[in-house]
């Protein structure tokens, strides 16, 4: 034992080195096992804050459908690529509606134009002149509702009293030469008889020549408030004016409704629409010539006080629409026409097609056509189904292109702000 501790203070750096040889394994182990933790734990740290500074920069894609709901959506970490495909959709996309939109006002405001130029929205310096210039035209039996008729083919029948006289020469002309041929002042039953069916068969002959010629019959009466006279220069305000544009185009959609129904058909006789009987556009207010008390909550020409965006509501109309709002006013107007009852769908075609217009209601009734034909009207053979129909019709006015033509009161009315004022605002 003292030779090996003897020999070991003799060589003491071997026995050192082989100490720290036998150490080392078991610290190098402890030591880096617990930087492993160590690291291990600063790692994990490191991923977790890296995913929760990637989960904050996760983002919702969604494209709109035309339904309200999403057509599209997509949840993802955002980067270059996803957001420049999104953004390729949603411009595709606003392209899509802008030309929708810009379709659908074109389709309501084609042929539509202010009856007198330079009247609305404000009149220029000869203002009471522009204001009673429209109302003859409006109101005046030859004005622009004439014209209407006159380009879809319609016409009155025969003047009653030009056929009497027509029946009269031809009767005068009879007698002559039957009292010439027999030398009798009177004729007998049997020539008399004779004569009254000539007559008549006459005067049938001139009622189916006309109807020949026409496509409808109406004349610009049937158009309610037209032949009234002109109201007094106080009257003539740019507010009652702009209700007659309004009902002007309404009629305007409707004459022209009829004529397509009406198009390529040989006289009344192969027409849909035999008759207009009448054309009436509801009032909107009390100072628009009686109309009933307006709903709570509608202004003075019929919109909402406040111009909110469209909400429907099928409580007060079967397509949900009533009144106005932002983006479009309705006017309702109720078509009474003698019709072939088995074509009326394609009336109700060409409605549909003519503008924003449904028909929202039809009451049929029958009548005597021979009644009708004792003032001239000649409707049909004796295979058609006629009736008088009642059609309740809602039209849609945009705004997007009426706003500009509406007088400052009326904007005012159904809250639309002026250029300047929205402007302004901005």
């Known amino acids: 034992m003292k030779g090996a501790m003897g020999w070991a203070k003799t060589h003491w750096a071997i026995v050192l080195f082989v100490v720290i040889l036998l150490a080392a394994p078991p610290a190098m182990i402890y030591v880096s096992t617990d930087m492993s933790a160590k690291q291990r734990d600063t790692y994990r740290q490191a991923v977790m804050s890296d995913q929760q500074a990637l989960g904050r920069w996760r983002e919702r894609y969604e494209v709109p459908g035309m339904d309200g709901q999403n057509a599209f959506s997509y949840d993802g970490t955002v980067n270059d690529a996803i957001t420049s495909h999104f953004d390729s959709i949603g411009k595709a996309y606003l392209a899509e509606v802008e030309q929708v939109a810009e379709a659908g006002r074109q ?142 185009w309404i009629h305007q959609d409707l004459t022209r409704a009829i004529g397509a129904a009406n198009a390529g058909t040989d006289g009344v006789k192969g027409a849909v629409v035999k008759r207009i009987l009448s054309v009436v556009v509801d009032d909107t207010s009390l100072g628009f010539g009686g109309a009933a008390p307006m709903d709570p909550g509608m202004d003075p020409l019929g919109a909402p006080a406040a111009a909110a965006g469209p909400t429907p509501d099928f409580s007060r109309s079967l397509t949900g629409r009533s009144g106005g709002n932002s983006v479009y006013d309705v006017r309702n107007a109720s078509l009474r026409v003698i019709v072939d009852s088995v074509r009326m769908p394609e009336l109700f075609d060409a409605i549909s097609k003519t503008n924003f217009m449904t028909v929202v209601d039809c009451d049929l009734r029958r009548f005597d056509p021979a009644e009708h034909l004792l003032e001239g009207f000649v409707y049909a053979d004796d295979d058609q189904q006629l009736v008088i129909a009642e059609l309740r019709i809602e039209t849609i006015w945009l705004r997007e292109w009426t706003k500009e033509l509406m007088p400052p009161a009326v904007r005012q009315a159904r809250g639309i702000a002026d250029a300047q004022q929205a402007s302004g605002a901005q």
Request: hydrophobic share 40%.
């Open 107 to 248: 389709f309501n405001q084609q042929g539509h134009g202010p009856l007198v130029a330079r009247l609305f929205p404000r009149p220029s310096e000869e203002g009471l002149v522009l204001q009673r210039a429209m109302a003859r035209t409006y109101l005046g039996m030859d004005g622009a509702h004439a014209a209407l008729l006159n380009a879809i083919g319609a016409g009155s029948p025969p003047d009653a009293g030009a056929v009497l006289d027509g029946l009269t020469q031809v009767r005068d002309r009879k007698v002559l030469d039957i009292q010439t041929r027999t030398g009798r002042d009177k004729l007998t039953e049997e020539e008399a008889e004779a004569l009254r069916t000539e007559l008549a068969e006459n005067r049938v002959f001139l009622y189916e020549k006309r109807s020949g010629e026409l496509s409808v019959y109406a004349d610009p009466s049937v158009f309610a408030g037209v032949g009234s006279a002109v109201p007094s220069a106080d009257a003539l305000t740019l507010t009652w004016l702009w209700d007659r544009q309004e009902r002007f």
